[in-house]
């Protein structure tokens, strides 16, 4: 039974679905919007949309923790760029939209996550 254990598991073990939800958030914040699976999407919404907030704080320790969990220069981005531009926000700062089309070999349900 799957007691207290949150988030989805990809197939992957800790580590590297760790490091591959780093990769999507990275991508995210570098282009602003990326096409992915549904449940990717689901997925990186929560992590990215902590990252904008430690962001929004606008201090020393929430850049060091931005700079801990991001590559240097997507945490740079999130807290000169991104955060600012959500000050008076107090959250969803990300949007899903479903696709029409599918993934052609498995039939996964695609959806663009961008920020709003």
């Given at each position: 039974m799957r007691h207290l254990k949150k988030g989805r598991k990809f197939g992957l073990k800790k580590g590297k679905k760790r490091s591959f939800l780093k990769i999507l958030a990275n991508n995210?914040?570098?282009?602003?919007?990326?096409?992915?699976?549904?449940?990717?999407a689901k997925e990186l919404?929560?992590?990215?949309?902590?990252?904008?907030?430690?962001?929004?704080?606008?201090?020393?320790?929430s850049l060091r923790l931005l700079m801990k969990r991001l590559p240097k220069k997507a945490a740079y981005k999130v807290y000169h760029?991104?955060?600012?531009?959500?000050?008076?926000?107090?959250?969803?700062?990300?949007?899903?939209?479903?696709?029409?089309?599918?993934?052609k070999h498995d039939g996964s349900k695609m959806t663009?996550?961008?920020?709003?």
């Open positions: 995210l914040i570098q282009h602003e919007h990326i096409i992915t699976t549904e449940a990717r919404r929560s992590s990215v949309e902590r990252f904008i907030t430690y962001g929004k704080k606008q201090n020393v320790a760029e991104l955060a600012p531009r959500y000050k008076d926000r107090k959250g969803g700062y990300t949007t899903i939209v479903k696709l029409a089309k599918m993934r663009m996550i961008k920020f709003v």
